[in-house]
């Protein structure tokens, strides 16, 4: 049976076991958020034999460094894995911010030691002592000077149950920044913007929405939020606030017992029309399926996938 070796320690694992899953198992604490090679939160060094499902999702310079992510790979042979290790590789940042939104949404800032170039919408893994989480930017660079994050605090969570008990002046540190499938382009000015998302998907697309907004979108932008109940519509006065000044933006907000009759109702104005989707994996796959239903082309739709832990 192949060797994993992490540091001081290796042990046995079966020829083909993913390779994230044999980390974890073993109490490697390896992040990871998506498990489709999108959000580069599981990335490890190499040194072995490993099958790689996705090579693509990482550049020629990364994968000749060793880089690999972890969810994509099964291991074939002995590996050495060499791990992220936050008190050597992290950037201390302090907490700038911690409150709520909702009875369920933990709004959290950071402030990095030093300043990040991001795009509205990429991932960064935020680690809490040994305990790390990849969360996607809900803030927008050029105007806000923090970083954004919002927690879905209704499920306990290792994470989450840190975040609660966070205070202004804590410090946490931050992992490598990410991409995401979630950023808006100059290049869609004048085109029809759809943004789907649920729960705290919605923390991406509200950066990317102001990046929008603040390049001057030209073509109609729809914003459909759906929420447990009304309580979980936690940015509903900014963004009616938003919808009052930029009359090219609506803003509907669904709740789970709508879901059904409102994707029913939904209708393209436009096969121009582009679509970013964030949330959770069932409410994206809804969003998904009714919008190809009504004619959008695949390839003008984005998705980025909250995919629940356990």
Same mark, same amino acid.
């Given at each position: 049976m192949p060797e994993l070796y992490v540091g001081e320690r290796h042990w046995?694992?079966?020829?083909?076991?993913?390779?994230?899953?044999?980390?974890?198992?073993?109490?490697?604490?390896?992040?990871y958020s998506c498990r489709a090679g999108s959000c580069h939160a599981c990335l490890v060094r190499c040194r072995g034999e490993v099958e790689d499902k996705?090579?693509?999702?990482?550049?020629?310079?990364?994968?000749?460094?060793?880089?690999r992510l972890a969810c994509?790979?099964?291991v074939s042979g002995d590996v050495r894995v060499e791990t992220f290790d936050p008190l050597r590789d992290g950037l201390s940042a302090q907490v700038v911010g911690v409150d709520w939104l909702s009875s369920n949404v933990l709004r959290l800032r950071l402030q990095p030691e030093r300043p990040l170039r991001y795009r509205a919408g990429q991932h960064l893994v935020v680690?809490?002592?040994?305990?790390?989480?990849?969360?996607?930017?809900?803030?927008?660079?050029?105007?806000?000077?923090?970083?954004?994050?919002?927690?879905?605090?209704?499920?306990?969570?290792?994470?989450?149950?840190? *975040?609660?008990?966070?205070?202004?002046?804590?410090?946490l %540190? +931050?992992?490598? $920044?990410?991409?995401? #499938?979630?950023?808006?382009?100059?290049?869609?000015?004048?085109?029809?913007?759809?943004?789907?998302a649920s729960g705290t998907g919605l923390g991406p697309?509200?950066?990317?929405?102001?990046? *929008?907004?603040?390049?001057?979108?030209?073509?109609?932008? %729809? +914003?459909?939020? $759906?929420?447990?109940? #009304?309580?979980g519509h936690y940015l509903a006065g900014p963004l009616a606030a938003l919808a009052a000044h930029h009359s090219n933006l609506t803003v509907e907000l669904w709740t789970a017992p709508q879901l059904n009759q409102a994707l029913a109702q939904l209708r393209l104005v436009s096969r121009q029309t582009?679509?970013?989707?964030?949330?959770?994996?069932?409410?994206?796959?809804?969003?998904?399926?009714?919008?190809?239903?009504?004619?959008?082309?695949?390839?003008?739709l984005l998705a980025d996938v909250f995919l629940p832990r356990g």
């Open positions: 046995s694992v079966s020829t083909g076991s993913n390779l994230l899953d044999a980390l974890n198992q073993a109490g490697v604490a390896v992040p996705h090579p693509d999702a990482l550049s020629p310079a990364q994968r000749q460094e060793g880089w994509q790979c099964q680690w809490a002592g040994r305990v790390a989480r990849p969360y996607s930017l809900a803030s927008l660079p050029q105007e806000d000077p923090f970083l954004e994050f919002h927690l879905d605090c209704r499920q306990p969570g290792e994470f989450s149950d840190i *975040a609660r008990q966070l205070r202004v002046g804590d410090r %540190r +931050l992992g490598e $920044l990410r991409g995401g #499938a979630l950023q808006y382009d100059p290049d869609w000015q004048t085109r029809p913007l759809w943004l789907l697309l509200w950066g990317v929405l102001r990046e *929008a907004l603040r390049q001057d979108h030209q073509g109609a932008i %729809r +914003l459909i939020h $759906l929420a447990h109940d #009304a309580d582009l679509a970013l989707l964030c949330g959770h994996p069932v409410s994206v796959e809804a969003f998904s399926k009714r919008l190809f239903l009504a004619g959008l082309p695949r390839n003008q």
